[in-house]
C-alpha cells in the first residue's frame, strides 16, 4: 500500500523533510506499525520524540488506527499554547 507521511515542527527539522511518500509492505498497516518501519528505516527522530502525536487522514489516531491505500499520516509533537 502507498501512503503519504507529514513530519512536522522539531520533528520536520530533526528529520530534514516535511514529508515523503512510501509504499509499505503489506505487514505495515496500523500507526503503530509505520512507526517502527521508519524507525527501521533510520527515522530515529519518532523514538526520542516525547509525546508524539499522530493523525490519519487529518483525525487524531492511537497506535491501532489502520493505514489504508493513499491515506495521509501526519506525526507531530504536541502543541503547547501560551
Do not use: I
Request: glycine share 8%.
Amino acid at each position: 500500500m502507498r501512503v503519504k507521511v507529514l513530519y512536522f515542527a522539531s520533528l520536520r527539522e530533526a528529520l530534514g523533510l516535511a514529508g515523503e511518500e512510501l509504499e509499505l509492505p503489506a505487514a505495515v498497516n496500523t500507526v503503530a506499525a509505520l512507526r517502527e518501519h521508519l524507525l527501521a528505516q533510520g527515522r530515529t527522530a519518532l523514538a526520542t520524540a516525547r509525546n508524539l502525536r499522530c493523525a490519519v487522514d487529518q483525525e487524531m489516531a492511537r497506535p491501532a488506527t489502520p493505514l489504508c491505500e493513499g491515506c495521509e499520516v501526519a506525526f507531530f509533537p504536541p502543541v503547547t499554547g501560551g
